[in-house]
């Protein structure tokens, strides 16, 4: 029904930037909410950024706010994460996730398909 191609991952020295894209199928891909994940080595997954159907409203991790935006291209079915100014602490398998029904949340579960990851890794 929906999937997600997550990319962009790599090896950053710390202080740059890399940009993430999420490609998606289906045919509502416009009404999805979309957000952002990582899962460090022996950590949980948690929440990066959300962004809404629309693109209009967006919401983000205290870890990464001012340094990482999310945005949408419901046209290109794709949504990007920015991230700038990148240290050793944002290394991490990235994922993207769709929720289908309702509004953008923080929590892991309520995201209905997710990407398969990509590595971003940030040297000191």
């Known amino acids: 029904q929906v999937q997600l191609v997550d990319s962009g991952g790599g090896l950053v020295p710390a202080g740059g930037s890399l940009r993430l894209s999420c490609a998606a199928s289906g045919r509502t891909f416009s009404s999805y909410a979309m957000g952002w994940f990582r899962q460090a080595p022996g950590k949980d997954r948690e929440f990066v950024a959300a962004?809404?159907?629309?693109?209009?409203?967006?919401y983000y991790a205290d870890s990464v706010k001012g340094r990482f935006t999310i945005s949408r291209d419901n046209a290109k079915n794709t949504v990007y994460l920015q991230m700038n100014s990148l240290n050793p602490e944002d290394t991490a398998v990235y994922y993207c996730?769709?929720?289908?029904?309702?509004?953008?949340?923080?929590?892991?579960?309520?995201?209905?398909?997710w990407g398969q990851g990509t590595h971003v890794t940030v040297s000191s």
């Open positions: 996730a769709a929720k289908t029904v309702g509004m953008w949340n923080t929590h892991p579960a309520s995201y209905n398909y």
């Open positions: 962004i809404s159907w629309s693109g209009g409203n967006t």
